[in-house]
């Protein structure tokens, strides 16, 4: 049953590469060169992460990888290039809430990481404080990237502006307080939610950045 899931979400990811690789090229050949350069980029942002993990030596969950090249593919390709974001009315709330949540659970493992995963080191509710921060952060970061591009290069990923940054930074908030709370969850023993089952993932397959880490879940 395992098996065969695992073998599910490696298709899927190989799928959306194989199609974003195939729409950059059938965009060359037909003069659309901004599409094949936004598949070319998905495909790239897509990837990215196999490889940074290599860098770092870190061992990524398959769900992680699908999941970032599900939200790679929906954020830049159908995002952008199929102009989803105007079509689809809640297209950029699920979008920013689902990558808030995301940087929320990375904030907790990095900060979790710094303790060398001695869960005993600073209190549940801190280190999951410490996860929110950087998860905002990261969202904070990401509005002023978008206000730059588009006073620089003039371009519309603000759309409607101050209402559009604020309403982005709302859903940041909702979704780096569920990432943040998740890790609480997992250091106060609790094994329940998709979530959490990630982060316990991401421990045991990176034990030598945990290894203070007591408490670790029965395979």
């Known amino acids: 049953m395992i098996a065969d899931k695992v073998l599910k979400q490696s298709r899927v990811m190989l799928v959306l590469w194989g199609l974003l690789l195939l729409s950059a090229i059938v965009a060359m050949f037909a003069g659309r060169w901004s599409l094949a350069f936004v ?39 159908m995002g952008e290039a199929f102009d989803f974001y105007e079509k689809v009315w809640w297209w950029d709330i699920a979008l920013h809430g689902g990558s808030a949540v995301g940087f929320g659970l990375i904030g907790f493992l990095f900060v979790f990481m710094l303790f060398e995963g001695d869960r005993y080191a600073a209190p549940p509710a801190a280190i999951a404080f410490m996860a929110f921060c950087v998860a905002i952060t990261v969202g904070t970061m990401w509005e002023n990237f978008e206000y730059l591009m588009d006073l620089t290069f003039g371009l519309n990923m603000q759309k409607s502006g101050l209402q559009d940054t604020m309403g982005d930074l709302l859903v940041d908030s909702v979704g780096a307080l569920l990432g943040a709370l998740s890790g609480y969850v997992f250091l106060k023993g609790h094994r329940t939610g998709v979530t959490t089952i990630l982060i316990h993932q991401f421990v045991e397959m990176n034990k030598r950045l945990y290894r203070k880490s007591k408490d670790r879940l029965r395979k």
């Open 39 to 77: 598949a070319f980029s998905t495909l790239a942002l897509a990837i990215a992460p196999v490889f940074l993990a290599s860098r770092l030596n870190l061992t990524l969950p398959l769900p992680f990888l699908v999941a970032t090249t599900l939200f790679t593919f929906a954020t830049v390709f």
